[in-house]
């Protein structure tokens, strides 16, 4: 039973630009969570959708960034007009159960020169 | 404000002893917690969980305990291995909400030989 696939692993954009990053969560997973890690911090809630369906939001900048996750195909965490702040690691998790454990995929590490 | 906090960034550990890890929290609305490891440039890694009905969990090297009256959680390991050096993070969240997990900022453990 594959993990959690996220890609890409690494992403450089300049200022400005567009970054996508994709989601796959584990099979029969439905419950999608994207968090952020800035340097020496902690991981930090942005969005939780179920399929077709965003549920909270409520940890995501309210401009520039949107996610979605379709019926098919992998959840997708979309950032308008990169700024130098919005390096970081981003992380996916899935869970089976809503409000229980969640199982992280390896990250993006988005770099904005 | 930072709801879950661990207080140590580092701690360091002679192989074959105990390693107490320890976490916070200020929200008495959590009533499940979770540790999660993790390894530099890939993603957290569950190791276990505790719902707030029970004081203690246990799987293998890993035991972690709750206090509700302090808001204290601790994670122990024993005998600690080289393998166990990586940043811990505790996180904590409503048992069933739609939520995220909240994280605390993480303890770096590193087992000398």
């Known amino acids: 039973n594959a993990g959690v696939m996220q890609n890409p692993r690494h992403l450089v954009r300049r200022r400005g630009q567009e970054a996508r990053l994709r989601c796959s969560p584990m099979?029969?997973?439905?419950?999608v969570y994207w968090y952020r890690q800035l340097p020496e911090e902690g991981l930090k809630f942005m969005v939780y959708?179920?399929?077709?369906?965003?549920?909270?939001e409520s940890g995501m900048p309210k401009e520039r960034f949107s996610a979605e996750f379709p019926k098919e195909g992998p959840s997708i965490l979309r950032i308008q007009q990169v700024v130098r702040g919005d390096s970081a690691a981003y992380f996916c998790?899935?869970?089976?159960?809503?409000?229980?454990?969640?199982?992280f995929g390896p990250g993006t590490r988005l770099t904005v020169t | 404000d930072q709801q879950v906090k661990q207080n140590s960034p580092s701690l360091s550990v002679q192989e074959g002893r105990i390693s107490i890890l320890n976490c916070d929290y200020t929200n008495s609305m959590f009533d499940y917690f979770l540790w999660y490891k993790k390894y530099p440039a890939e993603g957290p890694t569950f190791l276990i969980s505790i719902s707030s009905i029970k004081d203690k969990n246990e799987d293998g090297r890993f035991t972690v305990f709750l206090n509700k009256s302090a808001k204290h959680l601790s994670l122990h390991i024993v005998p600690s291995q080289p393998g166990d050096s990586a940043v811990y993070f505790c996180?904590?969240?409503?048992?069933?909400?739609?939520?995220?997990?909240?994280f605390g900022k993480g303890t770096h453990l590193i087992i000398q030989p």
């Open positions: 996180a904590a969240i409503v048992g069933g909400g739609a939520d995220g997990l909240t």
């Open positions: 099979k029969g997973h439905s419950h």
């Open positions: 998790a899935s869970s089976p159960l809503v409000g229980y454990e969640q199982y």
């Open positions: 959708l179920q399929k077709e369906n965003i549920i909270d």
